[in-house]
């Protein structure tokens, strides 16, 4: 590893070379003019199946599975690849240019909602569910909840970073946050190991927030690291990522704004119910 002594003014070196260095950026703000479209329905979802997208995806679907016809949405593609993150109107909805991003038009005047944490809280506040009212039950879900939010940052832009994107293989880093994440995956299991779900005895929003990154992790299905982790050793992450995926409302929010993957597993865009049937990109594509 080559010694690096940082310069008394950091500038931004765009050829950086990691993965994701065209969409990086020291500044805040839009780059291009362009609006936002709009359907029909009460909520417009701005955002891609992502770990932090496909969270608010399965609570739109849990939602409407249990019979809140309110919450119906149109999901809209935003591909961060492309910079659609740096439109005007999407950076109207989300000054932090990040998915997901939510306008519930539902009352007389728009609301905006940004960070997947704050959209999972303001829909199960919004219909009464997923989120218990006891208050030690309530505490504990959005206890869970918070945690994810603060430590999948480690897991994703830690170690998944060093790991899988970096452009050299810095051992400190891997190691620092090989170490992060064993500890994070170690947290979750001694918590499965006491409650079947992790607010308790009910599947809450904390589930779905922490499932996307936790559980697909403990699969093997990001970064390609589960040999390296050795994520089978985390037993009771194993019986609860398990038990969800085969909710059948987690199975339809995984292939929202999904752009990657079997193209009988991508809804790029989501309208309707009926599109799980009818849109899915291997029968549009069969169709043109
Ligand atoms: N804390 C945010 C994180 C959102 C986030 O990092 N989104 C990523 C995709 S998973 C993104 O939009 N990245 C685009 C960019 O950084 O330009 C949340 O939970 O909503």
């Not at 960070?115 to 504990?140: C, N, Q």
């Amino acid at each position: 590893m080559t010694e690096y002594t940082p310069p008394a003014i950091w500038t931004w070196n765009k050829e950086n070379g990691g993965r994701f260095a065209s969409i990086n950026r020291p500044i805040a703000g839009p780059t291009h003019d362009k609006d936002l479209p709009v359907g029909k329905h009460p909520f417009q979802l701005y955002s891609l199946a992502t770990p932090n997208g496909v969270k608010v995806t399965v609570m739109f679907e849990e939602l409407l599975a249990v019979g809140h016809q309110g919450a119906e949405y149109d999901a809209w593609m935003i591909s961060i690849g492309k910079g659609d993150q740096f439109g005007s109107g999407f950076v109207d909805v989300n000054p932090n240019s990040k998915i997901p991003a939510l306008m519930d038009r539902s009352g007389k005047t728009p609301i905006r909602i940004f960070e997947s944490g704050a959209i999972l809280v303001h829909l199960a506040e919004k219909f009464g569910a997923f989120l218990p009212t006891d208050p030690a039950a309530r505490a504990e879900c959005l206890s869970w909840l918070f945690w994810q939010m603060g430590s999948a940052p480690y897991l994703g832009g830690g170690f998944g970073h060093f790991y899988a994107y970096a452009p050299t293989k810095i051992e400190y880093a891997i190691d620092r946050f090989a170490m992060e994440v064993k500890r994070q995956l170690d947290v979750l299991d001694r918590r499965l190991g006491e409650a079947e779900y992790l607010g308790g005895a009910e599947y809450t929003i904390a589930d779905m927030a922490v499932w996307p990154w936790y559980g697909a992790l403990a699969k093997g299905l990001v970064y390609g690291a589960g040999e390296f982790l050795q994520v089978q050793d985390y037993k009771n992450v194993q019986r609860w990522t398990d038990a969800i995926a085969l909710r059948p409302a987690v199975q339809r929010g995984r292939m929202v704004n999904r752009a990657t993957g079997e193209l009988s597993s991508q809804l790029h865009e989501r309208h309707d119910a009926s599109d799980f049937d009818t849109k899915t990109q291997d029968k549009l594509e069969a169709a043109s």
